[in-house]
């Protein structure tokens, strides 16, 4: 009796919801999409440059409030607002600025510094100054973005759509104002540092400053050499105050840590040699990069800046003590962001500067009420205050569902990644929550994000999908582990800081990437597309596959006389031979590679 023949299992597949037909176009074609952008600053503009430079047929257009690019350095104009880390890491990886004026950059350079980044690489011809977004709303029918836009110049409200919305504003654009009663009230004049009036004339003037953020240790030393100035400093939290850059690192590249001005000659030395430049460049972000240890809580590295540091500010503040007594803080140094503020502590021993702590209860027409009950007559009020950091952008950001993005921020702004949010397709952010860093290069995480926002684009563009809209369950587990890395690290000391949730009170951790900068960029190289659900512009059970086309590729394809590129092709159809694309190994030894001993390979 013959054994019975062995059953080959049969998988069966769902029914499409139409035939199938090849889609006649190349498998590596560029559809027409529409990307709006939000924000023209470090970010906007980064954008501008690379949509342009790796995609094709993309409408873009970059909107923007303000009357110039810049963002946050087009809005701050306070004096002496400067860039608090070294400039010549503050900069675009492609765009190296030799010229700075100063280790710490004056904002007016910063700021001219992205206009002409801008205008270098072509940015500005998609940004739209003076158009401020009044709300976007996704239409779940037609999938697309809806906008309302407010032209300034006449108070026009038009609508504006987009296949992909991206949030580049940053998270230091919205201006907090301090709670204090009576506020309104007071009959001189009220200024914030991001709101900064420059035609006021502080000469002789009774000066009230409130705060001592990053802001205000960069304000208080130029308004206390006005003539005639007398202020009072109103103080409530410690801080750290880093001495300039670490003088070892500034006396390895040959400068003296107590002139942070460049000199005629050291700048021309910079423009005109390329290899000391960029050693220059090296030796800043390499001591960054390798201060990552600085960060975990009762770290050698931690321990030994917190004995050398707290030495140094008694020093810098021994004419008054008490000071030093207030403000050298118990909590770890980064718990709350740390800033040289070259000049601070010594002009807070200035004998026109009277450094407060006693809580304002109140602000009356003529000054401010202390909890104490002593009064402080004012003529000009400065609100140091930062900016609403643990919040939506001030305008209605509506996904599926008719969810807002400030309700979906409730308790506390979550992205995965730090650039999508779930029930929100199509939506990313650059410098969204969790997207600073405590040692490193903000730049090159900007950048990286930016990058991976485009590769999104090229696969919606390429695969033909509709949307692509993160996981719920993949931003719970970014929630989690962001919450257990951080556990033990100096950001969840005691302290105020607006890298913490609920207005820097919170026990989360919000503002600042679970991990280093290296780690940041690694993490971004390439995307996980399988924490993404994704819809078909072809409809629910479609073949997946139909986006491979009619078998071409544009790259040998022929070109469209009417585009005048001048090309036989759309591309080269034997792009693979030109050495610029050629990826050659080491003869013997590949693994020798250059390029993969100074970074892992990645997909």
Request: aromatic fraction near 10%; include cysteine.
């Amino acid at each position: 009796m013959s054994s019975p023949e062995k059953q080959t299992p049969h998988t069966t597949y769902p029914e499409t919801s139409a035939p199938f037909s090849i889609k006649d176009e190349p498998l590596d074609g560029h559809r027409r999409m529409k990307v709006r952008v939000i924000g023209a600053g470090y970010c906007g503009i980064y954008l501008g440059i690379r949509i342009p430079q790796r995609l094709r047929n993309v409408d873009l257009e970059i909107y923007d409030k303000n009357e110039g690019v810049g963002g946050t350095w087009w809005v701050n104009t306070y004096p002496g607002v400067a860039c608090d880390v070294p400039a010549h890491v503050y900069q675009y990886t492609f765009n190296p600025n030799p010229d700075w004026s100063s280790f710490y950059a004056p904002g007016r350079e910063i700021c001219a510094y992205l206009r002409d980044t801008a205008e270098r690489f072509g940015a500005m011809r998609f940004i739209k100054l003076s158009h401020e977004v009044m709300s976007c709303k996704w239409d779940d029918e037609i999938k697309r973005w809806i906008l309302d836009i407010r032209r300034a110049d006449t108070g026009e409200i038009f609508q504006d759509d987009a296949d992909v919305l991206i949030g580049a504003r940053g998270n230091l654009s919205n201006p907090s104002w301090p709670d204090i009663p009576g506020l309104e009230d007071f009959t001189g004049e009220v200024m914030h540092s991001a709101i900064w009036n420059r035609d006021y004339n502080f000469k002789d003037k009774r000066i009230g400053i409130i705060g001592n953020g990053s802001s205000a240790i960069q304000i208080v030393p130029n308004l206390q050499k006005v003539d005639g100035a007398q202020l009072s400093c109103f103080v409530r939290s410690k801080t750290w105050i880093l001495n300039p850059f670490g003088d070892a690192i500034m006396e390895e590249l040959g400068l003296d840590p107590k002139k942070l001005d460049f000199s005629p000659e050291q700048r021309q030395i910079l423009a005109q040699d390329p290899d000391n430049f960029f050693n220059f460049r090296k030796t800043i972000a390499w001591d960054g990069n390798t201060k990552h240890e600085f960060t975990l809580r009762g770290s050698q590295m931690q321990r030994a800046a917190v004995a050398h540091l707290h030495e140094a500010m008694q020093q810098r503040l021994a004419v008054k003590p008490e000071i030093a007594e207030f403000l050298i803080p118990s909590f770890s140094i980064g718990c709350r962001r740390a800033t040289p503020g070259p000049g601070y502590l010594e002009a807070l021993c200035q004998s026109n500067v009277d450094f407060i702590t006693d809580g304002i209860g109140a602000v009356t027409p003529s000054g401010v009420k202390l909890e104490s009950g002593r009064e402080v007559a004012l003529d000009v009020l400065v609100c140091a205050t930062g900016f609403q950091t643990s919040k939506a952008p001030p305008f209605p950001i509506i996904g599926r569902g008719d969810l807002t993005l400030a309700s979906r921020f409730t308790p506390f702004p979550e992205a995965y990644l730090s650039v999508a949010v779930d029930s929100f397709p199509n939506y990313f952010m650059m410098l969204g929550p969790n997207s600073a860093i405590g040692a490193g290069s903000l730049n090159v995480i900007l950048e990286a994000e930016g990058d991976y926002i485009v590769k999104c684009i090229r696969k919606l563009q390429k695969e033909d999908y509709a949307t692509m809209t993160v996981k719920p369950e993949r931003v719970r587990d970014w929630r989690e582990f962001c919450h257990e890395y951080f556990k033990e690290t100096v950001y969840t000391d005691e302290c105020n800081s607006w890298y913490k949730s609920s207005g820097g009170r919170g026990d989360r951790i919000i503002g600042l990437w679970p991990g280093s900068c290296l780690h940041a960029i690694e993490a971004l190289r390439a995307p996980r597309w399988e924490d993404f659900d994704w819809e078909s512009r072809d409809g629910p059970g479609a073949n997946p596959l139909r986006w491979l086309g009619n078998g071409w590729s544009v790259t040998h394809m022929k070109a469209d006389e009417a585009q005048g590129s001048g090309q036989e092709y759309q591309g080269d159809p034997t792009w693979y031979l030109e050495p610029l694309l050629l990826d050659v190994p080491l003869e013997q030894r590949p693994e020798e590679d250059r390029e993969f001993k100074m970074r892992p390979f990645s997909h």
